[in-house]
């Protein structure tokens, strides 16, 4: 095998890549961890297999070199092909965002599914990641639920290995993002009791290092294991190492009052995190998530990350605008799967283009076109579209607030606020699909198209009448009347926001 890039998560391991053990199944891998485990595991030599429930041509660059299955796991059918001659399968299947009264019956049903068609593949070995957590004291559903997940895997004849995990901070991660926006935002905090509850955050480069490790060192096969940093926190504590990181002066002050689902709705009004999520993750406050055992120090000696230098790591990664994977790439669950416009029985129902004759060339202009929301805004009337994003926050949608991934690179998947990636032609055209609370679906499509010598810098093209042309296409599929109202209330706007927002995108080009 060649030298390890430096720049890989695992290239100090202590364990040593064992190739020829077989093909690997990597499940959640358009998801936070499994998005970053891949990439690691392709670069040791194995053969990896990517369990997807949508496909998308864009997951062929994303991951070279490895074969892409489409399967669901709450759907038994699928998942013996995608099992098939697999030695070991990772599963980081996770449906938080479907909400607290299904995730719980959804995520058991998922596990059995996949540990019954593992067992009659003949899988080896499952790993999972799960959550730490004492199982006899009361837990949050969501802790609860990945207890349950791990029993259920381990159920079967197949080895389980479970690593438990307390929260797990690097960029994009939705506990880190929590606490960065939190800490970034809110100058007085009001600290409820459970605030003091200890907690063993880890690096995501550690995670995904414990992840490859166990996979290497057969005396881990079929065991679970604590795995947590260096340092064993209060939240209150992690707050206040946030803020020192920052510069920011922060006031803490005890607050009686701790009703963790109105704290957990106000976090979700100040960070990028929808409700769904942070309710999730905030219920799991009470509960102490503090390794109890060491041993999987003994079996990959490596030393993890403390907090302080995670967040280091993190708040780095973003300001070099290197994010690999985030919490928002896994769909929200009114979009499961969610209709593509090329789906939509034609024509669609509502459609308005706005188009600009252009002298700039094809590359600049997707680039800029590349650039919209997130830090950036919407070029034109952003305060337009930020009211947008807080209404749909406020009836718990997803809002506008979720950012992107990255500031100036896009991929098909990518959410930029409200709006998700559907599709994307370099130089030529960019498909949104909205994910806001709305009573119909919507598509948002930006076109580049090159006329005949209108390909360069800008020239005389124009006054040859070869201009490119730039147009955004609004589609609207209403559901019902209310449906139909929505369309007309927005048409007015329509027109002023996306006559200046193409403009606009031109000027940047
Ligand atoms: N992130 C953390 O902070 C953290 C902390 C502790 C433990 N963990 C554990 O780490 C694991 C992975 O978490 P994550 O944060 O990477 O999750 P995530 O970002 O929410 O990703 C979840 C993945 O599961 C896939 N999925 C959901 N339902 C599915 C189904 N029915 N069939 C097939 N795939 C399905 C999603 O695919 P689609 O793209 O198709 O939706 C997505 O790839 C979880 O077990 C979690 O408990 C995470």
């Not at 297999?49 to 041509?57: D, S």
């Not at 100058?187 to 992840?211: E, G, H, M, N, S």
């Not at 005890?254 to 929808?274: E, K, M, N, Q, R």
């Not at 019902?480 to 706007?493: I, Q, R, S, T």
Request: hydrophobic share 40%; aromatic share 8%; net charge positive.
């Amino acid at each position: 095998m060649p030298p390890l890039d430096v720049s890989l998560l695992c290239y100090d391991l202590p364990s040593r890549p064992r190739p020829e053990m077989g093909r690997i199944l990597v499940t959640g891998a358009t998801g936070y961890i499994g998005g970053r485990l891949v990439p690691e595991l392709l670069a040791r030599g194995y053969r990896v297999r990517v369990m997807v429930r949508a496909p998308a041509e864009e997951y062929c660059n994303r991951w070279p070199g490895a074969e892409i299955v489409v399967a669901d796991a709450l759907k038994a059918d699928g998942l013996r092909e995608a099992l098939q001659g697999i030695h070991a399968a990772y599963y980081l299947i996770h449906s938080l965002l479907l909400g607290q009264e299904e995730f719980e019956s959804k995520e058991i049903q998922a596990a059995g599914n996949f540990r019954t068609a593992a067992e009659k593949e003949g899988v080896a070995h499952i790993i999972y990641l799960g959550a730490l957590g004492d199982i006899r004291v009361p837990l949050s559903p969501h802790l609860r639920s990945r207890m349950h997940v791990a029993e259920e895997l381990g159920r079967g004849r197949v080895a389980t290995t479970v690593l438990r995990a307390a929260i797990i901070i690097g960029s994009g991660s939705a506990s880190y993002e929590i606490i960065e926006h939190l800490v970034r935002n809110l100058p007085v905090f009001f600290v409820p009791r459970w605030a003091q509850t200890r907690c063993q955050p880890i690096a995501v480069r550690d995670v995904i290092k414990y992840l490859v490790g166990v996979l290497e060192t057969p005396e881990a096969c079929g065991r679970s294991f604590d795995i947590g940093g260096r340092d064993v926190l209060t939240y209150r504590q992690m707050l206040g190492i946030f803020a020192d990181l920052l510069g920011k002066k922060r006031l803490f002050l005890p607050c009686p009052f701790c009703h963790i689902g109105l704290f957990s709705y106000l976090a979700s009004l100040v960070t990028p995190v929808p409700a769904a999520i942070t309710r999730c993750l905030m219920e799991g406050i009470t509960s102490e998530v503090v390794c109890q055992s060491q041993d999987i120090r003994h079996l990959l000696p490596f030393q993890p990350l403390g907090y302080r230098e995670a967040l280091v790591r993190a708040l780095s990664r973003e300001e070099q605008d290197r994010v690999h994977t985030r919490w928002s790439d896994a769909y929200p669950p009114a979009h499961e799967l969610a209709m593509k416009l090329h789906e939509i029985p034609k024509p669609v129902r509502y459609t308005s283009s706005y188009t600009l004759p252009t002298e700039k060339d094809a590359p600049s202009l997707f680039r800029s076109v590349c650039r919209i929301g997130g830090k950036e805004g919407w070029f034109y009337s952003n305060w337009l579209w930020r009211l947008r994003g807080m209404i749909d926050r406020i009836l718990l949608g997803v809002g506008s607030s979720r950012g992107r991934r990255s500031s100036s690179s896009l991929r098909a998947g990518d959410v930029i606020d409200f709006w998700r990636v559907e599709d994307l032609r370099p130089d030529a055209m960019l498909l949104l699909r909205a994910e806001m609370k709305l009573p119909g679906m919507a598509w948002l499509q930006f076109n580049v198209d090159r006329k005949e010598g209108g390909q360069g810098p800008p020239t005389h093209n124009s006054a040859l009448g070869t201009a490119n042309q730039l147009s955004v296409n609004a589609y609207y599929q209403p559901s019902g009347l209310l449906g139909k109202l929505y369309w007309y209330a927005c048409l007015p706007f329509h027109s002023l926001i996306f006559h200046n927002l193409i403009k606009q995108i031109e000027k940047r080009a």
